[in-house]
C-alpha cells in the first residue's frame, strides 16, 4: 500500500509518502506545504487545496492518514488549523481515498512504543524506521511519516483486515 500520512496546518502542513510491504518501509516522497502568514486565509486554504492536489497526483497513495488536531490553549489558532485539515482531508477524499485519523498519542505509541514519547524520540525513530540519511525538516514533515508509519502498522495488522472486511 501506499500510504499519505499529513500533520495538518495552515502555515505549515506536513506530509510524507511511504510505501509498506510486508512489513518493510520505502519512502517515495515527503515535504511541507507552505503558506505565507500575509495572505488571506481562504487564499491559504486554497493554496493547500492546490498543494495536496499535486502530491496526490504525484504520488497516486491508496491510503491517506491525518493526525488529530490536538487543543492546546490558543482555540483561534485552532480553528483555523482545524479548516485547513478541513480542506485537506475533502481533497483526499476529492481523489477517492478513504480518510483515517490518529491521535498524537496513537501516533507516538506506534512510531516510539510510548504515548508520551518527545518529539524528538519520534524524530530519531522516523528517522530509523524509514532508514532516512538524516533527520525529515522541518518537524511537521517527520510528524507527517510518523502518521504514516503509525496508519501502516495499524492497517496492516491482521485485526485491522479482521474488520474492515
Not at 500520512?5 to 505549515?12: N, Q, R, S
Not at 511511504?18 to 500575509?38: C, K, N, Q, W
Not at 490558543?74 to 481523489?95: C, D, L, Q, S
Request: proline share 5%.
Amino acid at each position: 500500500m501506499i500510504i499519505l500520512g499529513v500533520d495538518p496546518g495552515l502555515a505549515i502542513a506536513g506530509w510524507g509518502v511511504i510505501e509498506y510491504d510486508r512489513s518493510r518501509f520505502r519512502v517515495l516522497g515527503y515535504g511541507s506545504a507552505t503558506t505565507p502568514a500575509g495572505m488571506k486565509t481562504e487564499d491559504r486554504l486554497l493554496s493547500l487545496h492546490r498543494d495536496f492536489s499535486e502530491i496526490i497526483a504525484h504520488y497516486h497513495p491508496t491510503e491517506f492518514a491525518a493526525e488529530e488536531l490536538f487543543w492546546n490553549t490558543n482555540h483561534t489558532t485552532g480553528i483555523v488549523v482545524a479548516e485547513a485539515r478541513g480542506v485537506i482531508i475533502m481533497t483526499a477524499r476529492k481523489f477517492g481515498l478513504t480518510v483515517s485519523e490518529y491521535t498524537p498519542l496513537q501516533v507516538k505509541q506506534a512510531v516510539a512504543g510510548y504515548g508520551r514519547a518527545t518529539k524528538k524520540q519520534v524524530i530519531t525513530m522516523v528517522t530509523s524506521l524509514l532508514r532516512l540519511p538524516e533527520p525529515p525538516k522541518p518537524d511537521d514533515t517527520a510528524d507527517a511519516l510518523a502518521v504514516a508509519i503509525c496508519h501502516a502498522n495499524s492497517a496492516g495488522s491482521l485485526i485491522a483486515k479482521f474488520y474492515n472486511n
